[in-house]
């Protein structure tokens, strides 16, 4: 019975993410994809706590863990963007946002992990 869960989590994740998009797309105005990275961010730490809290909880995991962070976060659109910044020969920037979504997204587990 974990799939309600889950789907529960995941849509509520997914209109968060969206929210947060048009949020930071009227903040921002870059071809640097600023609000998929800080997304993804928020995503990882709050996955951090979440794992750290649910003490083995299936329901609560399935809920928040896979459900709600899994929503949120969104691997599929930093590598289409990360596609468009090769496309337009911002090579460097590409690797930017790669190398930093991985390094900041494991900080951030881990700062959620101690804090959880």
Not at 36 to 55: D, E, Q, R
Not at 61 to 76: A, D, H, K, R
């Amino acid at each position: 019975m974990m799939i309600p869960f889950v789907a529960l989590g995941a849509g509520v994740g997914a209109v968060v993410r969206y929210e947060l998009t048009r949020f930071f797309k009227l903040m921002w105005r870059t071809y640097f994809p600023l609000g998929t990275l800080i997304i993804n961010v928020i995503a990882c730490f709050s996955l951090g706590i979440f794992m750290t809290m649910s003490h083995g909880d299936g329901t609560f995991y399935g809920l928040l863990g896979i459900g709600f962070c899994g929503g949120m976060s969104t691997f599929s659109t930093m590598a289409f963007e990360t596609i468009g910044l090769i496309k337009e020969r911002w090579v460097k920037m590409a690797v930017l946002y790669v190398v930093g979504s991985v390094v900041l997204g494991l900080m951030a587990v881990g700062l959620g992990m101690m804090l959880g």
